[in-house]
């Protein structure tokens, strides 16, 4: 029967809305309506229209699934501006009248040029962490002073690079490369700007790969103290002591995808200790101090993320406190937020292909039935799933169905069975082929972790606002894709 899910053999079909059903977990409601849902995960400019298609800044998914294919990643430009404002907004008030704040966009998250445009003007400095970063957030016109070059890794080639530019700063990841940013410098008879990234021991609550200030990860100096000064000490006094590095202050980035506001709290403090050190070893007090991001964002209903307001209020408090008791003026903030500010902004929209009904043993002992919907994407358009077991929610998004709902479980159309999209979500049971479904809070980390995996060509990325619709990056295409096989001839 074409578009009905094929039963398999054993599967259990299930009759009505389960509730609770016995493979969902614990904190996934037994919706049988998606509404509310879709308010709270997608982008601000949401909403149903009349026949109820997904629309957004204007445009409704139906018509950008026509014109553009599917996958296809879609982003409200209203959304992301609104988030950036929001940030720039939240940290400015609450760390005023003391100091000023640079909330740095980081590209890692997903750059184009069009998105540095947005973040330049909306009044954000923009954060990169290799050569090819860089080169976008040039091209897109940003001004070089307002730009951050990161890396555990880089070569003396984006060094230069960096320089040559003309850089706000470079974050300094080890005790070699501040030697090689002092001889490249020295080469190009410069002075680099040099913020000193630093472990302040701090664990993340959040996925091991993704916390970066506990001891045993290959991000930054550590700030650990045996018996001599450690290394964020000695790079500090090097820095301090160099003709060719201009040091601006310390850095820290803690993790992404956080909700916990201690550890931002712990690092902040950390590091104001260190600034207060470093004045009374060589009388210098820093004036900078970046934050990193890392704030968490809502992917499903279990997420419960924190406004900007009151992560920037939080902070500020932790930060004026810590530098009163040490007596230091609050240095010069910064932070650097790349999912709270793309994430939510985003979604990816997904056409319905085969789906199947698979009878599997429940935890309770009976036997139950969960719904495989496989789309036209998967772990090439949002690797997530794979490398972090990251959930995620989706909708209905071409039309309204009202009626029972299945607990799913949308899956990509690579060859592994781990190519999950999302694990567990109840969709209508009226779903058919050719439906379009919408996964939301998509816009970071997904096309910029995209890959060919099974020679996909990766999606394009749109733009919506004001009813209007503009590519921000095109889909690939086979002949690309081809042209870089020596083989090919076309
Ligand atoms: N600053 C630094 C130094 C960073 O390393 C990162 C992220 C950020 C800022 C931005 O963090 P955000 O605000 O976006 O959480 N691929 C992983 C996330 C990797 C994060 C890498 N660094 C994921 O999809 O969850």
Redesign the pocket.
């Known amino acids: 029967m074409h578009g009905q899910p094929q039963e398999q053999a054993h599967g259990q079909p299930t009759h009505g809305a389960p509730a609770p059903h016995p493979l969902a977990p614990d904190w996934l409601s037994p919706i049988t309506d998606s509404a509310g849902l879709e308010h709270h995960l997608l982008p601000a400019d949401a909403h149903r229209d009349d026949d109820g298609v997904l629309t957004v800044g204007g445009v409704d998914v139906a018509s950008l699934a026509e014109e553009h294919g599917t996958p296809l990643y879609v982003l409200s430009e209203s959304d992301f501006r609104a988030r950036a404002r929001a940030f720039r907004e939240a940290f400015g008030r609450a760390f005023a009248p003391e100091t000023e704040v640079d909330v740095f966009y980081?590209g890692?998250?997903f750059l184009s040029t069009q998105v540095v445009a947005w973040a330049v003007e909306e009044g954000l400095c923009v954060?990169t962490?290799t050569g090819g970063e860089l080169a976008v957030a040039l091209a897109g016109g940003a001004d070089p002073a307002r730009l951050g070059l990161?890396g555990n890794n880089k070569s003396d080639d984006e060094i230069r690079r960096a320089l040559d530019a003309g850089i706000g700063r470079i974050i300094a990841d080890s005790l070699d490369e501040l030697e090689r940013i002092e001889t490249i410098a020295e080469q190009m008879r410069t002075r680099a700007p040099v913020m000193l990234r630093l472990t302040p021991g701090v664990h993340a609550s959040t996925h091991e790969y993704?916390a970066?200030a506990h001891e045993d990860q290959k991000f930054g100096l550590s700030m650990a103290r045996d018996s001599g000064p450690s290394v964020a000490e000695r790079a500090a006094a090097a820095a301090l002591d160099s003709e060719h590095i201009d040091l601006r202050g310390l850095h820290c980035?803690i993790g992404?995808?956080i909700f916990e506001p201690t550890g931002f709290e712990v690092a902040a403090r950390r590091l104001i200790e260190l600034v207060a050190d470093i004045r009374r070893d060589h009388g210098v007090e820093l004036a900078e101090l970046d934050l990193?991001?890392?704030?968490g964002i809502a992917y499903t209903e279990a997420d419960d993320p924190r406004r900007p307001e009151d992560i920037a209020e939080a902070l500020a408090a932790t930060v004026k406190t810590a530098c009163a008791e040490a007596d230091l003026r609050v240095p010069r903030i910064s932070i650097?937020?790349?999912?709270?500010i793309v994430g939510p902004a985003g979604f990816t929209l997904y056409r319905v292909g085969v789906q199947k009904d698979v009878g599997v043993d429940a935890p309770d002992g009976s036997t139950a039935t969960r719904r495989y919907v496989a789309v036209d994407g998967g772990m090439s358009d949002n690797a997530?799933g794979v490398l972090?077991g990251a959930d995620y929610s989706a909708v209905l998004a071409g039309r309204k169905v009202v009626g029972d709902h299945r607990l799913s479980r949308i899956v990509g159309k690579h060859c592994e069975s781990g190519d999950i999209v999302v694990r567990d979500v109840y969709l209508p049971a009226a779903t058919v082929r050719g439906d379009l479904l919408a996964v939301p809070a998509t816009g970071?980390?997904c096309h910029s972790?995209a890959s060919n995996y099974n020679w996909l060509p990766r999606p394009a990325v749109v733009a919506v606002a004001e009813g209007a619709a503009r590519t921000l990056i095109r889909r690939e295409t086979e002949d690309e894709m081809l042209s870089r096989d020596t083989g090919w001839t076309a």
């Open positions: 980081a890692k998250a954060d962490s990161h993704i970066t980035h992404s995808q990193g991001g890392g704030h650097e937020p790349g999912r709270a997530r972090y970071a980390y972790l």
